[in-house]
């Protein structure tokens, strides 16, 4: 007859191994996916990196990562004269707000012509104001160009 003892710790070493295999198991699936992971985003980051570095050889900066992508700005004649209109202000004081002659801004409203870039962002600026702030901004202005014309006639 077999020594209980020995049996008894046959089972046990068997018991505890499956047990241990199971428990092990389950770990090393969990490393397998994260190795995985990891390296997807090394090579994420290597590709990242190459980019950057044609960017920097181009002169072009990457865009910020906050996601300030500059947006086109959309310029539509009919919007700018009923902008004009409200605001009720000629065509001269709004081109003295904009920074450009009472020409310019019939042909914009005519859709003879569109505004550059820098003017653009310049109405799109003006777009949000009232007519008590334009005609603050009108009086500065004016303000401003008549001391420079009494600074000219001055002489030492």
């Known amino acids: ?44 980051v290597t590709a990242l990196e190459r980019q950057l570095a044609i960017l920097k050889r181009r002169g072009t900066s990457a865009p910020a990562a906050t996601g300030d992508v500059p947006q086109k700005i959309r310029f539509v004649a009919k919007g700018l004269k009923s902008q ?45 104001i009232g007519k008590r702030e334009a005609v603050k901004l009108l009086e500065q202005s004016v303000g401003t160009k008549k001391r420079r014309a009494a600074d000219g006639k001055r002489k030492p």
Do not use: C
Not at 2 to 21: F, S
Not at 92 to 117: C, K, T
């Open 1 to 44: 007859m077999p020594n209980i003892g020995a049996m008894l710790k046959q089972a046990i070493t068997r018991l505890a191994r499956r047990e241990v295999r199971v428990q092990v198991q389950a770990t090393k699936k969990a490393s397998t996916q994260y190795r995985r992971h990891i390296a997807a985003l090394r090579r994420q």
């Open 84 to 128: 004009r209109s409200r605001l009720g202000l000629s065509a001269a004081d709004f081109g003295r707000l904009v920074g450009v002659s009472a020409q310019s801004i019939y042909n914009w409203e005519q859709g003879h012509a569109m505004p550059r870039a820098g003017q653009l962002a310049v109405l799109a600026a003006r777009r949000g």
